[in-house]
């Protein structure tokens, strides 16, 4: 800490990656590849190893660092966003080519995939002509052996010119090995030579023209060879970079600019124009790739991925993708729902009992009524239900989310549901951003990263938080249970729930589509660019791995999050009610004050009132609800959660108003953090504001409508 | 004699050769990126519920292109 990523000659165009080093002997590692290669799982087996990891989480959309040692150095893990190509041209892409390029890593270690390694060769050819210190690590061996694909690593490594190693991170095999040469590149005490790429001739003699001016000018900070290839085929995004590294501008350098004059008349002469060149630089490397692929693995089984194939039939197919994609939602909902049930229950018992026991002690005391009342009535009572009520469906569905993104199946998921986002304009990877949106809303916006057209970006992080993340899930499952359960018999409640769950989610995907079509066709105008979707081979997940993790993760964050928010807001409700002005306490003013126009769109003073409480964290909307019901008056005994029903029914709850918080609840503005998130990657306060005003509008649009149709159709 | 085409009509479950590519600029470097150049082999996989878009078999990789897409990519059989 302390030293600044400047002071320790790590510098970094960006400023994205950020990394904090503790002495000037760490050596930073960067860990490259293309997405979906188990970088993560590398990432996670090298620093989980020596107990350095930091809270991480999980997922390839944010960057992360992590530290380990290794033969007594010590080493800075930096995991930069998976890339096909220094090409970049998604935001992603941009932060990866920066790193790679300009971020002086000791050493680059490219993750490969085993199984499919062709595709993966492009990017290493890419970065070893950008620098020398590079380790290829080809991941996923178990999963190649078990296709019957051979690698040659050896043969591998001599044609690259660089160390590879084999691993299998998920088993731990191979990490040594891997840290061993990382080590010996890192200090060079390995030499590497990598493979040149050279071009057709005219190319090659363009380079000639241009790299002398360049090697002056830029001296030995960045490969001039390189530089000189990419001025030859501009770049903006690039050269912003480049001029941000090196502090100026080398194009307007009279000797740069003079050669790169020279070096394109000559490419012009022999009918190279921009996309010749690149063509040709392209078609270069996807050569070379093809030839080293061929060279050094050896395919058993011509077959190999028929099972794969075999699933995407069954999963992508006409007939069957559609209802298996619902029916995989239904399976997980169930689980959540009945699986939560029990612990729900348990922790009740537990922690009202426990309040009793506070009560009992706080008498004994002879603890004065007010600070019994703010603490345990107050500050306790409220964690004590977004602790029972909350975090078990949470717990169970988090982990299940997991296994299913592990899987490979959310960009099947993507492809199944493409046509209906083409529909609305849409970018098709918008899909995976919304299933991302699942798991936390915050998460799926920085997710949008992905898409690489501003509007369509745009487009998915203003619309995410319609889908309602993980920590809106209880909400609407207590809601449904509570109020739409009953209408079947016992049995069959926990389907009946999670059917009407299903068809909560189906209603919020049909709402993101909508705003996406809205947006496309006012604010955003135009149409979807062209994206390609890869549906990477499936995996079978670390089950284990991830319910431990997820729950233990998820478990420690919403209790943190819950102590951090639903305790000072449960002391706020509880001073709120008992600070009396004239007859009334200032928390019958707040309610009383929100209630007509909370009426009118179904809702009551009380639930507006929450969801505002709520915005730092939307788990605790509830546990506010039932707080302010019990504060203004009617103080029970809670012995189980169906009489939480009874505490809502009791302040004037029907069945309009539960459908009426649902709707709001899936539509209103985004919590704290999601609303952040969205500011740091719009970089704009106008989009923001639209983000918060969108959800919120339609949704108290839409709960106006429900509610007075229902009303004026004497429903309710 | 080879036929030429483009990608999206290529029956699922046969193989075609890039010949060339439609597209320009960004949408062009991206196809590039994909493996796509003249003489890649491309395997049409398998269309998705609504029929667009198709699943390919590009380099190793299995890839899903939208029909306007697919459409700027000239084949050879």
């Not at chain 2, 390919?56 to 029909?67: C, E, K, P, S």
Request: include cysteine; aromatic fraction near 8%; charge should be positive.
């Amino acid at each position: 800490m302390g030293l600044t990523h400047q002071s320790t000659g790590a510098p970094v165009a960006h400023g994205e990656l950020r990394m904090e080093k503790k002495s000037r002997n760490d050596r930073v590692i960067a860990l490259a590849g293309n997405p979906n290669v188990g970088k993560s799982t590398v990432f996670n087996a090298l620093t989980g190893m020596n107990q350095h990891t930091r809270n991480w989480q999980g997922k390839t959309v944010t960057n992360a660092q992590g530290y380990y040692t290794h033969r007594a150095t010590d080493f800075i893990l930096v995991d930069i966003p998976g890339t096909y190509s220094l090409m970049a041209s998604s935001a992603e892409e941009v932060v990866a080519r920066d790193f790679i390029c300009f971020g002086k890593p000791d050493t680059v270690v490219v993750v490969a995939d085993a199984t499919c390694l062709e595709r993966n060769l492009n990017l290493v050819l890419q970065i070893l002509e950008v620098t020398d210190n590079v380790v290829v690590c080809v991941n996923l061996l178990d999963e190649a052996k078990k296709k019957g694909i051979q690698i040659n690593l050896q043969m591998l490594s001599e044609q690259l010119g660089v160390p590879v190693v084999g691993t299998s991170a998920r088993a731990g095999v191979g990490l040594t090995e891997l840290m061993d040469r990382v080590e010996e590149v890192s200090f060079r005490r390995l030499n590497t030579s990598p493979l040149p790429v050279f071009y057709r001739p005219e190319i090659e003699k363009a380079i000639a023209l241009v790299e002398p001016a360049v090697e002056q000018t830029v001296q030995n900070r960045i490969d001039a060879r390189w530089v000189s290839l990419k001025l030859l085929d501009p770049d903006e995004s690039l050269e912003e970079s480049l001029a941000t590294y090196l502090g100026r501008d080398i194009t307007k350098e009279p000797l740069v600019k003079g050669s790169l004059k020279k070096a394109q008349r000559l490419l012009r002469e022999h009918g190279i124009g921009p996309e010749e060149l690149r063509d040709s630089v392209v078609s270069t490397i996807v050569a070379k790739s093809e030839t080293i692929y061929q060279a050094s693995v050896i395919l058993k089984n011509q077959e190999y991925n028929r099972r794969d194939r075999r699933l995407d039939k069954l999963l992508t197919s006409k007939a069957t993708g559609i209802p298996i994609m619902l029916a995989l939602l239904c399976l997980i909902f169930w689980l959540t729902i009945t699986g939560a049930n029990y612990p729900s229950q348990l922790l009740s018992d537990l922690l009202f009992g426990f309040q009793d026991q506070l009560t009992q002690w706080f008498t004994a005391m002879h603890a004065p009524d007010w600070l019994h009342g703010a603490l345990v009535l107050g500050m306790y009572r409220t964690l004590a239900w977004v602790v029972s009520v909350m975090l078990p469906p949470m717990a169970i569905f988090f982990p299940l989310f997991t296994l299913l993104e592990d899987s490979g199946y959310l960009p099947r998921i993507a492809f199944n549901m493409d046509k209906f986002f083409k529909k609305a304009n849409a970018h098709g990877k918008q899909a995976l951003t919304m299933c991302m949106g699942f798991g936390c809303n915050a998460c799926g916006v920085i997710g949008c990263r992905i898409i690489d057209s501003p509007r369509e970006r745009l487009v998915a992080v203003l619309t995410n938080n319609f889908v309602p993340c993980n920590g809106r899930f209880p909400t609407l499952i207590a809601i449904i249970t509570m109020f739409f359960a009953g209408m079947v018999a016992l049995p069959v409640q926990s389907l009946f729930s999670t059917l009407l769950l299903t068809v909560v989610i189906v209603f919020s995907v049909a709402v993101t589509l909508f705003m996406s079509k809205f947006l496309s066709k006012t604010v955003l105008k135009g149409v979807p660019s062209s994206f390609a979707l890869e549906l990477p081979p499936y995996r079978r997940p670390q089950i284990g791995k991830v319910i431990v993790r997820s729950i233990f993760d998820r478990t420690l964050f919403v209790l943190g999050r819950a102590a951090a928010v639903a305790a000072p807001a449960g002391l706020l409700i509880w001073v709120l009610s008992n600070v009396m002005i004239g007859e009334m306490s200032l928390l019958a003013y707040c309610t009383s004050f929100l209630d007509p126009f909370a009426q009118m769109i179904g809702l009551d003073g009380v639930i507006l009132m929450a969801f505002i409480l709520g915005f730092p964290a939307n788990e605790i909307v509830i546990p506010i609800i039932l707080m302010s019901y019990l504060c203004t008056g009617n103080l029970m005994d809670l012995e189980n959660l169906e009489q939480l029903r009874t505490i809502l029914v009791d302040n004037g709850w029907t069945w309009l108003t539960a459908v009426c918080t649902m709707i709001f609840s899936l539509m209103h503005f985004p919590c704290g953090t999601t609303c952040w998130t969205i500011k740091k990657e719009t970089k704009s306060w106008k989009w923001t504001a639209l983000a918060f005003v969108l959800p919120t509008v339609s949704g108290m649009l839409l709960c106006f409508f429900v509610a007075n149709g229902a009303r004026l159709l004497g429903l309710a | 004699m080879n036929d030429i085409f483009s990608l999206n009509q290529l029956p699922i479950g046969q193989k075609g050769r890039v010949y060339s590519l439609d597209s320009r600029g960004k949408e062009r470097r991206r196809m590039l990126d994909l493996g796509l150049v003249h003489g890649t082999t491309v395997e049409a996989l398998q269309k998705s519920p609504s029929g667009d878009p198709v699943a390919y078999f590009i380099r190793g990789a299995v890839i899903a292109l939208r029909d306007e897409d697919a459409r700027k990519i000239i084949i050879e059989s």
